[in-house]
């Protein structure tokens, strides 16, 4: 019991590091910044790095992580932050989200991808306290830990750059008008919240034993449950939100395993925003209304194709592979097809009801298991899974999205991303349903007029279908009243309501219809390979989406389908590495969040 | 029938006592203005109102019937249409399509049965008719479109030739007076029952100002019943039948325009007390 707590508290004080970084940056440049996870992996890494490669002391090590990460968090504002200061706040979240992509996969090809143990360096069980065992680590870890937080409480209380960055936290304008150079205030936010979590990697690296490039992005996501937990903005709040994460997490997993683990931590995230937002400390701003997307498409206009030009397309989409293409390259053009209709989703959500979503995997992994598992256990024909894999998709993303919808802007952001990692996590856990972590396997390919639709051009043609027709469905909703309505939910949501438009109903719609074209391309895609797992929906499947869109064209269905090509189609084509595959798609969503915010397929209006 | 009938309205944030006990009317046809010193409550008070913010106690009594703390969609649906302070506009839609939006209660072949939107459940399957209908388009849902789009054109003429010829620009192209404009002409084209004006005039030239005017005397002349909040008070004087005087939270006058305009009160709110001189 004690023990647990324990243990709860010391993993806690990592998360509780990482939740400051985390509030800090969000106080100072109101981004959520969501390179931080990686910033704890980065620490990690190069922590290993300089104690078994190099064989420095621990002072030496932490040292040397303070220098690595503090640059790294620079590096993170000057390119990712900054610029973007006067674009809306979706531009620093897709920005920061691909710059921790581009730094866990860098990781990846520098230090190759294999889990490492990661040395103590200290003892782990030689203490002992009235029958309680523990080691110099766990005494270290939370020593550390306790001291940093008090050097940072005292950092912003008594110095005169800790209340410069307590000034810009309050009011940025007029920081700027007391003549406090705002740009460096947020350069040392950054430097000092970095240089937090380098430390929480080192540490978190010893506790946990075993290292890898991609640790950040558990751990990174537990210290974004602590900061919004406590509030995200507030310090003490995100103190007592890791430590209390820590020991929620500490009694799950005693309980019921370590596979809980994420099945706890997205729970209590997603439970927080539902019941109380703010956090336990935060404050809820009685009128906040800033729209998420609103002019980030400013000037946009999406490029429209005349029908002869559609029509064109499509016959060569249908003709070309029958001809000319053999089975290897058509079987790419299946996953182009699947991605595209994943995308598709997006752009009624994203594009059109402007409601960015960091989660769309999960309608696809609801669909995909709901087909599997009708079409196995209970023998159901896949024409009639393929409806249902839809409608369940659909419930469950508008059940598990629509409590956020007193949430603005990054929250719900943060909601969607929840969402996709509670239901990749509860794959894993409810074996009873899912089969856990070793998944679904034999899945039948679907019957077609008594005939086996298994070979790679005849699944092409059935999804390529398919694909048409939600095309063909995205483009009527956009034009329709429907559309419009959706418009000005994206542009405006106090006037919209003003106007008599219920908003949560219709995001709630955009969600469910997004879901339901999701789910029928999760139904394909289980169809397709015939096996699934729940590591196939992991993040990267809901980022790879989200990229596809942005490079598209946020609000174009025929950049939907262009992006896809691009992304799907090209690395496959390439036989490009996963990890270099990842690295690419994170510098190509970074730059066109930089270069090219209205996307390939969008022109400027101006 | 009174439009509008407030009680005992309070809401306090954090302690501050915004809006403290505001009780007022508006019968059909009257303009009735709400003036005050900066920070008086005027623009809670018409948040309170129109449902952007729930009071903490205190009634709202719209058409003879309490709609205190209904959210502004139910409110604009039942035909209490409102502007924004600093204009608020969807700016990349079409200045048509912005009007076009403010007419989305009005629409019913679009919309089916959209008498269930406010019942838990029920609403989906009207959300979901709506889907339906804009995925067939509908003769009856076109000849509904080219009905309102009618109206959009009526409504953009009430701006002469202001807002006509760049009916099709999208409104963040707009000029500030042309994007308030084009939200007035929003929140009139539903055909409200009471239109509440936050400001309508903020930051336009004495000229702009001076045409807003003359629209806004069309309008009620028209018949149109408007609640306003303005700071120009010569403006206040010309449109208003009644004007409400707001401190601190509080009315501390209310009456005709000439009556409150020479309230010793309202003077005091605006330039302070004058102090007995002091004799050494």
């Known amino acids: 019991m004690l023990d647990t707590a324990l243990a709860g508290l010391v993993n806690g004080s990592s998360y509780a590091l990482l939740a400051l970084g985390l509030s800090l940056i969000f106080g100072v440049a109101n981004v959520i910044n969501f390179a931080h996870a990686s910033v704890f992996a980065v620490g990690a890494m190069s922590g290993w790095w300089f104690s078994v490669d190099l064989d420095w002391p621990l002072w030496a090590v932490l040292l040397g992580v303070t220098a690595v990460t503090g640059l790294l968090g620079l590096v993170i504002n000057v390119i990712a932050v900054t610029p973007l200061a006067k674009a809306p706040p979706i531009a620093a979240l897709l920005s920061t989200f691909a710059v921790s992509v581009v730094v866990d996969n860098g990781a990846q090809l520098v230090f190759g991808p294999e889990t490492r143990r990661f040395p103590a360096l200290l003892a782990t069980d030689n203490l002992g306290l009235g029958g309680l065992r523990f080691g110099t680590l766990d005494v270290t870890i939370l020593v550390v830990a306790i001291g940093l937080m008090l050097v940072l409480g005292w950092f912003l209380r008594a110095s005169r750059y800790g209340r410069a960055i307590r000034a810009v936290a309050q009011d940025r304008d007029a920081a700027a008008q007391m003549g406090i150079p705002l740009a460096r205030v947020q350069n040392l936010a950054f430097v000092i919240a970095s240089v937090l979590g380098g430390v929480a990697g080192v540490l978190g690296g010893m506790y946990l034993n075993n290292i890898s490039p991609t640790v950040g992005s558990t751990v990174g996501m537990s210290a974004f449950a602590a900061a919004t937990l406590g509030g995200l903005g507030s310090l003490p709040g995100a103190v007592a939100g890791g430590l209390l994460l820590g020991v929620v997490e500490a009694f799950g997993v005693s309980w019921w395993g370590g596979n809980a683990r994420t099945l706890i931590t997205f729970a209590v995230l997603l439970i927080v925003l539902w019941v109380r937002p703010s956090g336990l400390f935060g404050k809820r701003a009685p009128l906040a209304a800033e729209p998420m997307t609103g002019t980030f498409f400013g000037a946009a206009r999406t490029v429209r194709l005349r029908p002869w030009q559609v029509a064109v397309a499509a016959v060569a989409a249908y003709v070309v592979p029958a001809v000319a293409l053999d089975d290897y390259t058509v079987q790419i053009g299946v996953q182009v097809v699947v991605y595209a209709i994943l995308a598709l989703s997006l752009t009624l959500v994203s594009g059109q009801a402007g409601q960015i979503s960091l989660g769309q995997a999960a309608p696809l992994a609801i669909g995909a298991y709901t087909s599997a598992l009708l079409t196995t256990a209970t023998g159901l024909d896949f024409w009639l899974s393929l409806p249902i894999s839809g409608v369940v998709a659909a419930v469950l993303s508008v059940v598990l999205v629509s409590p956020s919808w007193r949430l603005r802007g990054h929250y719900v952001s943060i909601a969607t991303l929840a969402t996709g990692l509670l239901v990749a996590a509860a794959a894993v856990n409810f074996d009873w349903l899912t089969n856990g972590p070793s998944g679904v396997s034999a899945i039948p390919p679907p019957t077609l007029f008594g005939a086996s639709v298994s070979a790679p051009l005849a699944v092409y043609f059935l999804d390529l279908t398919i694909l048409l027709v939600v095309l063909l469905l995205v483009v009527r909703l956009r034009r329709s009243t429907l559309g419009r309505i959706w418009s000005a939910v994206r542009e405006d949501e106090v006037a919209a309501r003003s106007s008599g438009i219920a908003v949560a109903d219709y995001k709630s719609l955009a969600f469910g219809i997004g879901g339901f074209v999701a789910g029928i391309g999760g139904a394909l895609f289980a169809q397709q390979y015939g096996y699934i797992d729940p590591s196939v929906f992991g993040i990267s499947v809901s980022l790879l989406a989200l990229t596809i869109v942005v490079l598209g064209g946020l609000n174009s269905p025929l950049g939907a389908v262009v992006g896809a090509i691009v992304l799907v189609g090209l690395p496959e084509a390439l036989r490009m590495l996963q990890e270099t595959r990842m690295l690419t798609y994170g510098l190509l969503l970074l730059a066109v969040v930089l270069f090219r915010p209205q996307g390939l397929m969008g022109k400027v209006a101006r | ?280």
């Open chain 2, 1 to 280: 029938m009174t439009v509008l009938e407030v009680t005992g309205l309070r809401r306090s944030f954090a302690g501050l006592r915004a809006v403290d006990g505001v009780s007022f009317t508006v019968e059909p046809g009257e303009v009735v203005s709400i003036i005050g010193p900066n920070g008086s409550g005027k623009t809670t008070a018409l948040n309170l109102v129109s449902g952007v913010l729930r009071p903490d106690s205190g009634q709202v009594t719209f058409q003879g019937r309490d709609v205190t703390g209904w959210r502004p969609e139910r409110l604009a649906a039942a035909g209490l249409s409102r502007t924004f302070q600093n204009g608020r506009v969807f700016g990349n839609l079409t200045v048509a399509e912005n009007v076009l939006i403010g007419l989305t209660p009005t629409l019913q072949a679009a919309r089916p049965f959209s008498r269930w939107r406010n019942v838990p459940v029920l609403r989906w399957a009207s959300l979901l008719a709506e889907t339906a209908v804009a995925l067939v388009d509908p003769p009856a849902v076109r000849r509904e479109l080219a009905d309102r789009q009618a109206k959009v054109a009526t409504q953009l003429d009430r701006f002469g030739d202001r807002l006509t010829p760049r009916a099709d620009l999208a409104a963040h192209t707009l000029s500030y007076a042309n994007r308030r404009r084009t939200e007035i002409a929003r929140a009139l084209a539903s055909g409200p029952a009471l239109l509440v004006l936050d400001e309508p005039t903020a930051g336009m030239n004495p000229a702009e100002t001076g045409e807003v005017l003359e629209q806004l005397l069309e309008l009620k002349a028209a018949g149109q019943t408007i609640l306003l909040v303005e700071h120009k008070i010569d403006l206040v004087m010309r449109l208003s039948d009644r004007v409400l005087v707001l401190d601190a939270g509080s009315v501390i006058a209310a009456g005709p325009p000439e009556q409150v305009r020479s309230d010793p009160r309202v003077i005091e709110a605006y330039l302070g007390k004058r102090r007995p001189a002091v004799r050494p």
